[in-house]
């Protein structure tokens, strides 16, 4: 099954102990994204990746990390994590890099920093 | 700056009304805008428009696209308690050689009450 899969589903931690929320993708696209969604504020893209080892700042990349070493997996990493950054977390990823194509998302990550 | 504003922000209405909700843009570069909705869990693909006027169907899900005034709506007739959900609009966003990713709308949150 076609699919995007984020784990861990929910996270709880605590401010300063870093963590990596991994992002997998199955449909061999080249286009990988990371948003935060957030009451009030929506859908916001962090970091996205045109292809393996090419990766570019979104609106609110501020306390974040990616990396893209192979074509399926982009995780992403906080290495300090500060209770700002508790939000609902969704990987998408879309095949080519027109814009027009359909892109498709994980099922959620929630994260919660104390 | 790009934005994509969606209205109402949120609308409660009971099963067998008609809702219209509205997208409008201001994109640089504009090709497309999608719907999306989401329930509890991930964003799933409803339509993507590229060509003004031309409607877009899915059952009782319809939508269109005003180039000229830079808006879409999306209609919902004879709704159903399972339509509701939030529904967010995206543009897709360019610079240089493709698209770097998805502008959404804060989202309209649609309650359909029996």
């Known amino acids: 099954e076609a699919q995007v899969t984020q784990n861990p589903r929910y996270l709880i931690t605590v401010t300063g102990k870093k963590l990596t929320v991994t992002c997998s993708q199955n449909m061999n696209h080249e286009y990988m994204s990371w948003y935060r969604q957030d009451p009030g504020l929506g859908l916001r893209q962090i970091y996205y990746s045109m292809n393996v080892e090419v990766t570019d700042k979104g609106d609110v990349p501020e306390g974040y990390k990616v990396s893209r070493k192979e074509k399926r997996n982009f995780p992403l990493i906080l290495e300090s994590p500060s209770p700002n950054q508790t939000s609902l977390y969704f990987c998408a990823s879309r095949k080519g890099l027109a814009g027009s194509n359909e892109q498709f998302f994980g099922p959620g990550t929630r994260l919660t920093v104390l | ?114």
């Not at chain 2, 967010?88 to 649609?110: I, Q």
């Open chain 2, 1 to 114: 700056e790009d934005k994509v504003v969606q209205s109402p922000l949120s609308l409660v209405v009971h099963e067998g009304d008609t809702v219209t909700l509205n997208c409008s843009y201001e994109v640089t570069n504009f090709r497309s805008l999608l719907w999306y909705k989401q329930e509890k869990k991930a964003p799933t693909f409803l339509f993507m428009l590229t060509s003004s006027g031309i409607e877009k169907k899915s059952g009782r899900l319809s939508s269109i696209l005003d180039k000229k005034e830079l808006f879409s709506i999306l209609n919902i007739t004879a709704t159903q308690t399972g339509d509701s959900a939030i529904y967010l609009c995206a543009v897709p966003m360019y610079s240089g050689g493709g698209a770097d990713g998805l502008t959404f709308g804060k989202g309209t949150h649609l309650i359909i009450q029996p």
